[in-house]
């Protein structure tokens, strides 16, 4: 049997569009209650990276939250709204976030509520491929079903993120350090990423593409009009049909390879689409960062040499720009592998000799003072 996904064009952030848009995408499914029983506690596992602003496109919009939240609270649910970003997993950060992120006011408005949990619990995950146990934040146990409600992004890392890394926030925000500094290599990161959201088992996937991310992402990208609204009953088909809208194929990101690889997903003509195609909404021009590449080398079998030489010349790296930095230290404090200290100038300065590649810097810096930069010969190359 073909898996369900729907594709449902929605132009900004209006709330009655929206929501007539999810109204549709939820139809096109056949309604909430194939997966969901009324009466359920339902978490919508949103994307809060960081305290960011609507308008920026790094977090899943509030608009389009409240909408999905009101859809399932007049279907007869309970709605817990939450996340686990970057950082300590406490209420003086979350509180931050909910009320930057525009959450709190959803919150608010729909009378849904947002996660104050902030405990951990270890799951047993059989389904693993790399990960047969993990550790998760405690909000899981607080509801009976998971929505992941991701934003479609360019990610200087993966790649593309969306609906499977989006679970990645079911872990507490310090233990994600783990995570990186124990998996250098993109493929082994990948298992993880997929193990994680097997774990969790997303009854639904949601992405906001109204206005997506590209470039220099997942949170210091350009926003850009992608018009979409993606509904699927598998996150794992609904990444795959995303990154069809904006010119990537199954190789080009390391979670659907591996996906692919382990049979999670086919070719994307194995989909059922509803509502519009992927033709319809493709973006061949939607620019993507090359973080990752096929040389990545920092676990492999080899010559010490060869690794130099590729992380060197062939591997893009993060650069600070030292014009916008300001020393917070909150990228030192964010990187897995330890490397980033502050200079007596108030600047971030990166041990490149031990850089991972995580992109957490990138990723978590307030003021977008770290830039991916391409090497040269990576360039002339076009890898």
Not at 125 to 147: C, Q, Y
Not at 190 to 208: E, G, T, W
Not at 366 to 378: D, S
């Amino acid at each position: 049997m073909k898996i369900k996904c729907s594709l449902t064009r929605c132009t900004g952030y209006d709330y009655e569009k929206v929501y007539e848009a999810l109204s549709e995408s939820i139809e096109n499914l056949g309604g909430f209650a194939p997966y969901i029983a009324k009466g359920e506690r339902v978490l919508l596992k949103v994307n809060l990276v960081m305290k960011k602003r609507p308008e920026e496109a790094a977090t899943t919009h509030p608009v389009f939250v409240k909408a999905l939240a009101t859809l399932l609270l007049e279907y007869g649910t309970e709605v817990l709204i939450g996340d686990s970003p970057g950082g300590p997993f406490i209420s003086s950060l979350m509180n931050s976030v909910y009320s930057g992120t525009g959450m709190s006011q959803v919150s608010k408005e729909t009378g849904a509520r947002l996660n104050v949990n902030y405990n951990s619990c270890t799951k047993d995950n059989p389904d693993g491929f790399i990960m047969k146990h993990l550790t998760l934040t405690d909000m899981i146990n607080d509801v009976d079903k998971v929505i992941s409600v991701a934003k479609l992004k360019a990610h200087a890392m993966m790649t593309f993120t969306g609906a499977v890394k989006n679970m990645f926030g079911m872990v507490p925000g310090l233990s994600k350090a783990e995570y990186h500094l124990n998996m250098p290599n993109y493929e082994h990161f990948a298992d993880m990423l997929i193990d994680v959201c097997l774990c969790c088992k997303p009854v639904l996937s949601f992405m906001d593409g109204i206005v997506s991310m590209e470039g220099n992402g997942p949170t210091a990208g350009d926003p850009v009009n992608t018009n979409v609204i993606l509904a699927s009953e598998s996150p794992y088909h609904l990444d795959q049909a995303a990154c069809g809208i904006i010119d990537l194929s199954t190789d080009d990101v390391p979670v659907l390879k591996r996906l692919k690889a382990r049979g999670i997903i086919g070719e994307i003509g194995d989909i059922d689409f509803a509502g519009g195609s992927i033709e319809e909404f493709y973006n061949k021009d939607f620019k993507i960062s090359r973080g990752s590449s096929l040389f990545d080398v920092q676990d492999s079998n080899l010559p010490g040499f060869i690794k130099t030489f590729v992380g060197r010349c062939l591997q893009t790296r993060p650069h600070i720009n030292l014009g916008l930095c300001v020393g917070c230290g909150i990228c030192k404090d964010a990187c897995p592998a330890n490397i980033i200290d502050i200079n007596a100038g108030k600047k971030a300065v990166i041990n490149y000799k031990k850089c991972i590649r995580c992109y957490c810097c990138q990723e978590l810096c307030p003021q977008k003072a770290v830039k991916m930069h391409r090497p040269t010969l990576a360039k002339l190359l076009k890898i």
